[in-house]
């Protein structure tokens, strides 16, 4: 019973706290709705990401590079090490790229690569620093591989595999040019 | 069977006005607007907001909802949907303003220039006790009370509005009213 009158009181007290509404706020409301009202715009199964980045296009070529190299190991195919679509970002670069850039950019392709390499416990040098990065048989990088050979990347980031005696010959022209 | 009939065509009517919002129609919007402008506004008023601040608090809702509408999943829902963002909408205010309690117990007063309809059938006494008891309440337990038998929503819709399942709804609807009925006893035991 007395639940039913407090019931009864409460509905009563709904009743006088009915007030009139402000006669303006419907349209103002109304005058918020956006344009275009998008469901995607937010969310629990959303987010907004906005990124407003600005790098310099040798910033973007390494990390499109590096991003390269990552997927190509995280998702089996080609090793990183065996060209594939490290050859396709090369390409990519390329074609994004031109003159100095592309040369630039060749270098730092060279040296994300070395870094990967150096992670995975490779005996490998890197010569990126020291060489003209115009020079298109400059060695960037070396690593010996298990048949006693080294698979060498040059400037334009073609990759060879050569012999001992061939790699100090490069090593030699290499010296030799920077003496000039 | 008239009852039944009404309810499918609001059901209906839900359900399109949702689907409409979801697909982004703006008319959509503006129908929203029509049906629950007030309904928001009085919630917060209910609630203990004062006027001008009912008002700011009623254009936020919508602007929050016009961000949320992917969170709208069906006509069903609807109704809970807008109050849960308004509910949402009053915390966020009442976080900020942790000073205006006092304030929004003034500002739950019967307004002026309408004769509440407990006057006419001579309990106006008890709703001005019951008004006040409303207002002393925490906040979880008023917007529980304010929910359900002010703005008529279902224990479902009114848990959902709130965040909370319908169990925890009920407890504190339980304990809101056990409250309530505790402030306005009189000395002989009988509601006042």
């Given amino acids: 019973m007395r639940e039913e009158k407090l019931e009864k009181l409460l509905n009563e007290l709904a009743d006088a706290t009915a007030e009139p509404v402000p006669p303006h706020l419907a349209e103002d409301i109304k005058h918020q709705?956006?344009?275009?009202?998008?469901?995607?715009?937010?969310?629990?199964?959303?987010?907004?990401?906005?990124?407003?980045?600005?790098?310099?296009?040798?910033?973007?070529?390494?990390?499109?590079?590096?991003?390269?190299?990552?997927?190509?190991?995280?998702?089996?195919?080609?090793?990183?090490?065996?060209g594939g679509i490290y050859q396709n970002g090369k390409l990519l670069v390329k074609y994004c790229l031109g003159g100095i850039l592309a040369d630039r950019s060749n270098v730092l392709a060279a040296k994300s690569r070395y870094e990967y390499l150096a992670q995975t416990g490779k005996d490998v040098m890197y010569y990126g620093d020291s060489v003209d990065p115009r020079d298109s048989n400059a060695v960037l990088i070396q690593w010996k591989l298990s048949d006693g050979g080294y698979r060498v990347v040059f400037g334009d980031l073609r990759e060879e595999i050569v012999s001992a005696e061939e790699l100090i010959r490069l090593q030699a022209r290499m010296l030799q040019k920077k003496a000039k | 069977m008239?009852?039944?009939d009404s309810s499918d065509k609001s059901e209906q009517r839900c359900s399109s006005l949702a689907a409409r919002l979801r697909a982004g129609n703006r008319a959509a919007a503006v129908e929203l607007v029509d049906i629950y402008y007030e309904q928001i506004y009085v919630f917060f008023r209910r609630l203990g907001h004062s006027c001008q601040v009912s008002e700011d608090l009623t254009q936020e809702s919508f602007l929050a909802a016009w961000q949320h509408i992917g969170q709208l999943r069906s006509g069903k829902t609807l109704n809970s949907w807008m109050y849960r963002i308004a509910g949402n909408v009053s915390k966020l205010y009442w976080r900020g303003h942790k000073d205006s309690k006092a304030v929004s117990i003034e500002g739950f007063d019967v307004p002026d220039g309408s004769e509440p309809e407990c006057d006419k059938t001579g309990n106006s006494e008890q709703v001005g006790r019951l008004k006040n008891a409303v207002a002393g309440l925490p906040i979880k337990l008023r917007q529980a009370v304010v929910l359900h038998y002010m703005q008529h929503l279902t224990i479902a819709e009114?848990?959902?509005?709130?965040?909370?399942?319908?169990?925890?709804?009920?407890?504190?609807?339980?304990?809101?009213?056990k409250t309530l009925r505790g402030r306005i006893i009189s000395e002989d035991g009988e509601l006042l």
């Fill in chain 2, 2 to 4: 008239e009852y039944s």
């Fill in chain 1, 33 to 82: 709705i956006p344009q275009q009202l998008s469901p995607h715009r937010g969310g629990l199964d959303t987010v907004n990401i906005i990124v407003d980045l600005r790098i310099s296009k040798l910033t973007a070529a390494a990390a499109i590079i590096v991003t390269m190299v990552l997927f190509a190991n995280f998702f089996g195919g080609q090793s990183p090490a065996d």
């Fill in chain 2, 158 to 177: 009114a848990a959902e509005a709130a965040g909370v399942g319908q169990g925890t709804f009920k407890s504190r609807l339980n304990r809101a009213l």
